[in-house]
């Protein structure tokens, strides 16, 4: 038995889903299916925070987290902060293919995208991504991602305890009494952040895909949860497959979506499997900010999440359409 196949997507992301289903239900294979539905979400700038023109870091530059993994090989293929290219779920599919590696990061991953043909080097910047830096440097910067450290001023350099200058930011600014270390405006308060998707095909073999720019006003360099492979997404044909959004710091932690197909390999069902990862983490950090969707191998589909309301997409060969299911924290 079983209900394949099947798409399911974080957020209302309708028209990736239905890119993936017309793919996979015209025969496309699982991984197939999920790059063309995330590479849907690239192109249509999904939340403004996948793909081209997206959530900028704070040098304003827009760059690119996304994996892609074969649940039924086990490979996986990512690239991290790649700058300059549009085409992230692509690039971590070229990645997963042609070479024996899983993640290539920055400009390497940049360079090894164009040699294998994929178009570039582009600025990834849009007029909306620096508006909004623009908006963010006017609002002094406030809030980024550091903590024990001083800033002498509102945008940096910044001091350690011991007064060394650890770092500078492009922007400037005179507020000494900026509190550092404020998280939560960077993850969903304004956009829902991630594409993560998982797609079973006719065959029952399992994929998932993500694909982001990560968190907003990020520092330069940083990696989220995206490109790992166990923490935004995980898929193993024999059990099941589970995607995660929100905040990557701090969820990377826990490797939430290997859990959650772990558990459902313990016998747990979807809802309570989703649940369990998202608790695990919510008991160190009560105020992270995150979801989780768990599907089985059968399409059995449940969400769970902490810190905002979430949605999820579904396509079924039941449905005549994507539905969109809301899960309460
Ligand atoms: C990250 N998990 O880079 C992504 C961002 C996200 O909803 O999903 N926000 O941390």
Redesign the pocket.
């Known amino acids: 038995s079983g209900s394949y196949p099947l798409v399911v997507s974080t957020w209302p992301f309708l028209e990736a889903v239905e890119r993936a289903w017309s793919a996979v239900n015209n025969g496309s294979s699982a991984v197939d299916a999920v790059v063309d539905g995330c590479s849907a979400c690239e192109e249509l700038r999904c939340d403004g925070t996948v793909g081209p023109g997206g959530s900028p870091d704070e040098n304003g530059e827009t760059t690119i ?1 996304a994996m892609v993994m074969d649940g039924v090989t086990m490979e996986v293929g990512a690239v991290a902060a790649m700058r300059y290219i549009k085409d992230g779920i692509k690039a971590a599919r070229l990645v997963m293919r042609h070479t024996q590696h899983t993640l290539l990061v920055g400009e390497k991953a940049s360079a090894f995208s164009i040699s294998m043909g994929l178009p570039g080097p582009e600025d990834l910047s849009s007029s909306e991504s620096i508006e909004k830096w623009n908006k963010w440097k006017e609002n002094n910067c406030q809030p980024n991602f550091w903590k024990n450290v001083v800033p002498v001023n509102s945008c940096g350099p910044y001091y350690s305890n011991d007064l060394m200058v650890v770092a500078e930011t492009t922007c400037s600014g005179d507020d000494p009494m900026r509190t550092v270390g404020l998280r939560s405006n960077h ?2 308060l304004h956009s ?3 594409i993560s998707m998982a797609v079973i095909d006719k065959f029952g073999h399992i994929a998932v895909g993500t694909s ?1 720019n ?2 907003t006003f990020k520092i330069p360099g940083r990696v ?3 490109p790992i492979a166990g923490s ?1 997404a995980y898929a193993d044909s024999d059990i099941g497959a589970c995607g995660a ?5 701090i969820m990377m932690r826990f490797l939430p979506c290997y859990q959650v197909v772990e558990s459902m390999r313990l016998g747990m069902d979807p809802k309570d499997a989703a649940k369990d990862a998202i608790s695990r983490i919510a008991r160190k950090f009560p105020d992270f900010i995150g979801a989780i969707f768990a599907v089985n191998k059968n399409g059995t589909h449940a969400g769970a999440c902490h810190g905002w309301t979430f949605k999820y997409s579904v396509r079924s060969p039941e449905m005549h359409h994507a539905e969109v299911f809301t899960v309460l924290p």
């Open positions: 987290d993850f969903g829902h952040d991630t982001t990560g968190a989220g949860d995206g935004s959004t929100g905040d990557g710091d």
